[in-house]
């Protein structure tokens, strides 16, 4: 079982910067692929970015590619989204998840999730 808590987010204006974390319960979070989905009023949750349990392999949704960073510290069993020059359009509910299938961009595949922390861009 893990547990997972966000925190991190906020209001910031466009062109701004904010770090989200990500604390996870349990002795076994090395072992776990890590990822950040994100979610807007009346759409879907969206894939933002992966992270491998040894934090060699990243992977990102390709329009936030250059912008968002994901990484971790297995030592502090946290992970990690560095977003920078932010725009109105990245407002939405931001969930971390553990674990996860075969496909890394699909919601479905992740056992756990956090409860998410609100992001806000103004204009």
């Known amino acids: ?27 076994t979070f090395s072992s776990y692929r890590m990822a950040w989905f994100r979610q807007a009023p009346g759409k879907e949750r969206e894939f933002v970015a992966a992270i ?13 590619k250059g912008r968002f960073t994901i990484f971790r510290d297995n030592a502090k069993n946290t992970v990690y989204l560095q977003m920078n020059s932010l725009k109105p359009e990245d407002t939405a509910a931001y969930y971390c998840a553990a674990s996860g299938g075969s496909s890394v961009r699909d919601p479905m595949q992740y056992q ?12």
């Open 112 to 123: 756990y999730w956090g409860q998410g922390t609100q992001v806000t861009v103004s204009s």
């Open 52 to 64: 491998s349990g040894s934090g060699s392999t990243t992977l990102y949704a390709d329009s936030l």
């Open 1 to 27: 079982q893990v547990q997972l808590v966000e925190s991190g987010g906020g209001l910031v204006q466009a062109g701004g910067s904010l770090r989200l974390s990500c604390a996870a319960s349990g002795r």
